[in-house]
């Protein structure tokens, strides 16, 4: 192309129009490389706490909306059906998520205890295997996600979080009703009875704590994640 096409292309409004469609596409694509970088480096929930309820948390954040947080610790079952739940039954305890059918089966063996719709990860995959849980907090806030592409999310309050691998978990929800959908950065999200349940139910033991984690005298229970 001669010189002065060059330049008078350069001059033209469109030239000015395509260099900053350039950028801003460019821009946008490099927001999307972090956030990937971030949800591989960092994946699933990001808990902070120490399982206590967080009274002046007030305000929650999710799908780029601002929600209220819950102003108290509302769902609890009594310490005798805690103490119920938590009884050995003769059968292995264990726990099946199926990521096809978007539910949650609790086992005592081969009988059935439990069945839930849930939702698993949208933003971030839920890791298939066989896992025990390690860690469970009756409360915690969790946050992360990217603002720029609307997946920021700031939840004080989650309750009855039960962390199996890493940063994934079960946990129950107050943000969403939407069951039998992927709606999670890679966590179990649950309806929140069923998490309470299930918070009592299985292994590691709580007792009167807030927070515990599993060891070998007090092991986690068994969870199978599958397609």
Known sequence: MPVRDI??????????LILLSSALF????????SSQKFLLEN??????GTGGFQFRETQAYFEGKEISAPLASRWELSPTEQKVL????????????????????????NRLFLESLV???KWARTPTG??????????????????ALHTYYYLPNVPYIMYYQNG????????????????????????????EKLFYWTTPSVDNLNAVRSTKDNLGTRIVIHE
């Open 7 to 16: 330049m008078d292309l350069m001059k033209s409004k469109n030239f000015f």
């Open 26 to 33: 460019l821009a946008i694509f490099v927001l999307f490389l």
């Open 43 to 48: 994946p699933g929930c990001h808990c902070q």
């Open 86 to 109: 938590g009884e050995a039954t003769g059968e292995e305890k264990w726990i099946e998520v199926d990521l096809s059918e978007q539910k949650i089966r609790a086992w005592e063996g």
């Open 119 to 121: 939702s698993t990860g």
């Open 130 to 147: 066989e896992y025990r849980i390690w860690g469970k907090f009756k409360y915690a806030k969790m946050s992360g996600g990217s603002r």
């Open 168 to 195: 994934f978990g079960l946990h129950g929800t107050y943000w969403h009703n939407n069951f039998g959908q992927t709606m999670s950065h890679g966590c179990t999200n649950l309806p929140t009875p069923v998490a």
